[in-house]
């Protein structure tokens, strides 16, 4: 029976190992091109985090704001199903995993609380980021549709987050203004 956590004043799915199985087994760390999601989509980019280093508190946490919603913007008019995973990374001391006593999933070795939720919440859920972990913004480090149609993975240690899915969708994210300039495209 799947674990449940509450939160909003509604009972959310937690998820297993059985969920993100498909990606874990499908992705080759070998390979020249490594974005953590695997292979199998029709297309792939890398879409670069803001480079927030010289900015203000106030403007780089205003900046970090504008790229997570156009990110959502983005994955949200993909035709198809608004149930996502969302996944968040336990990765240092001041990162919210929003479920903090939420049974973790390994994925990569490295452990997540999954959710399985929508845009909203993968807006809101996770305080805005401080410090070091600041340039990661409120986003989860792992976003999939519950169908499986396209994933993003932004790891710790990367400054770009990893994105899969129809041509249509990676073409959206090069269209966006907002994304756009920071996008490049990739072949697995």
């Known amino acids: 029976m799947p674990q449940a956590r509450i939160k909003d004043g509604r009972s959310w799915r937690i998820g297993s190992a059985a969920d993100v199985a498909w990606i874990e087994g499908a992705v080759d760390f070998s390979a020249p091109t490594v974005t953590e999601v695997p292979p199998g989509f029709a297309a792939y980019c890398r879409l670069e985090l803001p480079d927030l280093r010289y900015a203000r508190r106030d403007e780089a946490a205003a900046a970090q704001a504008a790229h997570d919603e156009a990110v959502v913007d983005v994955l949200r008019a993909a035709p198809g199903s608004h149930s996502w995973w969302l996944g968040y990374l336990?990765?240092?001391?001041?990162?919210?995993?929003?479920?903090?006593?939420?049974?973790?999933?390994?994925?990569?070795?490295?452990?997540?609380?999954?959710?399985?939720?929508?845009?909203?919440?993968?807006?809101?859920?996770?305080?805005?980021?401080?410090?070091?972990?600041?340039?990661?913004g409120a986003l989860p480090d792992l976003i999939f549709r519950a169908d499986r149609a396209w994933m993003l993975f932004t790891s710790w240690d990367d400054f770009w987050s990893g994105i899969g899915g129809s041509e249509d969708l990676i073409g959206a994210f090069e269209r966006d203004p907002r994304l756009g300039p920071r996008v490049r495209l990739l072949t697995l």
């Open 90 to 136: 336990e990765y240092g001391t001041g990162v919210d995993l929003v479920f903090d006593d939420a049974p973790r999933t390994s994925l990569f070795g490295w452990d997540f609380v999954l959710v399985q939720a929508g845009p909203k919440q993968a807006l809101r859920w996770r305080s805005r980021p401080t410090g070091p972990t600041a340039s990661k």
